[in-house]
Structures are given as C-alpha cells and as structure tokens.
C-alpha cells in the first residue's frame, strides 16, 4: 500500500507541475488530489521541497551515469525541453542556490567515472582528480543554470550544438590538466 500511495504522489505532484509553478503546490492539495492525508504525505516527505528533490532524482540522476557521460547530457536537455512547462515551473519557483546545489550534487558520480577513466595511464592523483571533477562541475553548473534560464526561448538545435560544445570543452580540459598533473608529478 506504501508503494502505491507513493507512486499517487509522484504522478499527482507530476500533473500539478505541469499546470503550476512549483511554489503555488501545497501539500494540502496535492494530498487532496491524491487522496490522502497531509498526513500520509508527511509519513512519505518530510516537505514538499523533499518531494522535489524524490521526483528530480527520479526523472533525471541516471542521465548523469551514462557512458560517455556527454550523450547522456544531450539526451537529458532533450528530456527537459520536451516537458519544458514543467520545468520552467520548477525553475520560476527555486532560488539559483538550491537549482545550483542540486545540479552539482547531480553531477558527482557521472562527472568523477568520467575522469578516472580518462585518468588511465596517467600519473595522477586522486586529490587531483577530485579537482579536475570539480571545476568540471562548477563550468557544467554554469552551463545548465543558462540554459534553464534561456528554456523558453531556445530551440533543440542550439542545445545540441551548445552541449557538444561544453563536452568538447570538458573533454579539451580534462585531458590538458591530466598531461599537466602527469608532468607535474613525474618531477
């Protein structure tokens, strides 16, 4: 039964997304459409930002842990254009700071596969890749918060183009600062 009442949440929270700015969702509603208690929403979420934070991760973590990680990029900002209303309504509603944070929390796991593999053969360290990943993270941040920003008014050919770019870019990045730490620690 706690499965399913969970499920009810999710795909009502869902709908609701798509008709309202996140931040005019309350749990009274959203129990009420689900038909539940506040309650019960409690006994699932302790808030409704956690809620948000179960859905997000749901519908996007897993495109960070694709192999290569770039076509999972391009795959999740087609995702987000096609259900552009729903974000543009989670985005009008959350501070830069909490879309940033979640964003680089996000980006972890994918982001640090991607540089230890590339770190093969190299003469590196795990410091030094902790801060290849990093700075990857803050520059993909960068790029996603503009692009959630620029959603309304961007077409899916810029976005291919503009992620094949940032992925070049990271790619030019990692591979420089892998030869640069390899030197350096070869001294």
């Known amino acids: 039964m706690a499965h399913y009442t969970e499920k009810a949440i999710i795909s009502n929270f869902q709908n609701m997304l798509e008709e309202m700015p996140f ?28 809620l948000l934070d179960h859905w997000l991760g749901l519908r996007l973590d897993s495109f960070f842990l694709y192999k290569p990680w770039q076509e999972g ?16 309504h989670i985005v009008d509603s959350l501070s830069r700071e909490r879309l940033e944070s979640y964003v680089f929390d996000s980006t972890l796991e994918g982001l640090t596969g991607y540089v230890t593999d590339e770190a093969q053969g190299y003469n590196v360290t795990e410091y030094q890749i902790r801060e290849i990943v990093d700075f990857c993270r803050y520059l993909f941040v960068g790029f996603f918060i503009r692009f959630l920003r620029e959603l309304k008014n961007v077409s899916v050919e810029e976005v291919d183009t503009e992620v094949r770019h940032l992925t070049d870019l990271l790619a030019v990045f990692v591979k420089q600062s892998m030869i640069h730490y390899h030197e350096a620690n070869d001294v």
């Open 23 to 50: 931040d005019k969702i309350t749990v009274t509603a959203l129990a009420k459409r689900s038909d539940i208690s506040p309650n019960t929403f409690y006994y699932h979420y302790q808030d409704i930002y956690e």
């Open 73 to 88: 990029v391009v795959i999740l900002m087609r995702t987000i254009m096609e259900h552009r209303d729903i974000f543009l």
